[in-house]
């Protein structure tokens, strides 16, 4: 009787664990005690975080983005997955004095390249900008790629980094997963998605120590997870006959040890855009711009300045 008894009473106990579990905040990291130094990284972000965004609502959605820099052509930065605006502080602070700069935060409720896609334009309405330059990472370098199948008139240009072509693999790869994340606690999905940083994507980027102290500090949330899963497996067609499709000036930006696009979607993306130029980062891993800042700077400078090279590496 007294064991029947203990057995419910740890049934109960594990039970109650498990509810407080969902209850846990995510703790906030802070960039600037991980990271410990005091140098041009942390000076200018420190800088960037202290100036004044902007809000906009669509569709009953609140979107959160930065305007600003000077030049009569406009970048803008599409960060990926896991990111928000600041994510690009390393190449907005080089590119402000001679381009007008647009970057946002895509918010929580956004589950779709079109709602995606819808916010980004009505940005670009309110600020009265007409043609950008699309530089897009991971999920951002596929939402610009909808971005140009949808509205070619206002890319003059595209840069896709560490991005993926339209597929069904991340579909398929994490059916199971993507069915059983809803339920579990947000606490255990940070703690899980931290292990895999440090087994997989810290060491493809040299276990930069800015890198291990930027991504832990960016905002996280459940709904925000799946939410952008969900943009990154809405597949769309790609029309590549449209000749102002086509026509716009291509830049791939890939790492050769990317840990989280194969090198089957890495190969599709450059077979799918075949008129697009090419740079391979070597052993530099998903976040060049990053851990790899200054090259990367300069890579987006040529191409953006329209410098004759040979991007093939």
């Keep these: 009787m007294r064991k029947i008894k203990l057995k419910y009473l740890i049934l109960l106990a594990i039970i109650f664990l498990i509810i407080i579990s969902y209850y846990i905040p995510i703790p906030q990291k802070s960039f600037f005690e991980l990271y410990g130094k005091d140098d041009k990284y942390s000076r200018t972000l420190k800088e960037f975080k202290n100036r004044p965004v902007k809000f906009i609502e669509v569709n009953g959605v609140k979107w959160k983005y930065y305007s600003g820099g000077n030049g009569n052509k406009t970048i803008l930065f599409l960060h990926g997955m896991g990111g928000a605006y600041d994510l690009w502080w390393n190449q907005i602070v080089k590119f402000e004095n001679n381009y007008r700069i647009v970057t946002y935060s ?3 409720e956004i589950n779709s390249l079109e709602g995606a896609v819808e916010g980004i334009m009505a940005i670009l309405q309110k600020e009265k900008i007409k043609s950008v330059y699309a530089v897009g990472t991971s999920m951002g370098g596929y939402i610009t790629q909808y971005l140009f199948n949808k509205h070619p008139e206002i890319v003059e240009k595209a840069v896709l980094g560490n991005t993926f072509p339209p597929n ?15 339920y579990v606690p947000a606490i255990l999905i940070e703690f899980v998605g931290e292990l895999n940083f440090k087994k997989n994507i810290y060491p493809a980027g040299h276990n930069s120590k800015l890198l291990m102290s930027f991504l832990p500090s960016l905002p996280f949330s459940k709904k925000q997870l799946i939410g952008r899963y969900y943009v990154v497996v809405d597949y769309f067609q ?36 075949p008129e697009a130029k090419v740079y391979t980062f070597h052993n530099e891993g998903h976040f060049p711009y990053i851990n790899a800042a200054e ?8 191409f953006l300045n329209g410098y004759k090279s040979d991007y093939q590496n």
């Design 238 to 273: 790609p029309d590549t006959t449209d000749r102002a499709i086509k026509r716009i000036p291509k830049l791939i930006i890939e790492s050769d040890n990317d840990p989280l696009i194969p090198p089957h979607l890495r190969k599709r993306l450059k077979e799918l855009y």
């Design 168 to 182: 069904n693999y991340f579909k398929e790869k994490n059916s199971l997963l993507s069915k059983i994340v809803p």
């Design 295 to 302: 090259e990367y700077n300069n890579v987006l400078k040529s």
């Design 106 to 108: 895509l918010p929580e």
